[in-house]
């Protein structure tokens, strides 16, 4: 019986000997700024004048979704416009998923095209909802997921999200 209680005690004192270690090793791998050394939430100094930069994300997306999006068949339609950036000859394939609080709803669409010149295509793609689920004019969001296809076997995916207001 006490051989029993001592192999249980150990066990415990094991277990969390592990798991503090464990906490601790996630905490040395945790990045202490963003992904390029800043710190997005504060001023850094700029240096010998004194003067000083507002440090801001800047995100580069080469496809769009409008702020402003049209809804219509009673809130069962919400059309997503947007635009993006490919060269002649590429293909893309947009996907985009609208959602809105809990209560009203959400809808999936894609669209596909064919890049025609050097400067931002136009592209437009009808979600539906499913069911009695409706949307209602309002804050929204707005995500997508571009894939565009350059070559035979060469393909650049991107992901976003965007708020936007149904109107």
Do not use: Y
Not at 35 to 54: E, I, K, V
Request: glycine fraction near 12%; include cysteine.
């Amino acid at each position: 019986m006490k051989a029993r209680i001592v192999f249980v005690t150990i066990s415990v004192v094991a277990s969390l000997a592990a798991a503090a270690l464990l906490v601790f090793l996630i905490g040395q791998a945790a990045p202490a700024a963003g992904p390029f050394g800043m710190d997005h939430t504060r001023d850094a100094a700029a240096g010998g004048d004194g003067s000083a930069l507002a440090v801001s994300r800047v995100i580069s997306i080469p496809f769009g979704i409008d702020a402003s999006l049209q809804v219509s068949e009673g809130g069962q339609i919400v059309t997503v416009t947007g635009h993006g950036d490919c060269q002649g000859g590429e293909t893309f394939r947009v996907t985009v998923k609208v959602s809105q609080d809990a209560f009203n709803g959400l809808a999936v669409g894609h669209t596909e095209g064919d890049c025609t010149t050097v400067e931002s295509e136009g592209w437009s793609v009808q979600v539906n909802t499913p069911g009695s689920k409706t949307f209602s004019e309002g804050a929204a969001l707005a995500c997508g997921r571009v894939v565009v296809h350059f070559d035979q076997e060469g393909a650049i995916v991107h992901d976003w999200c965007k708020e936007v207001t149904l109107q």
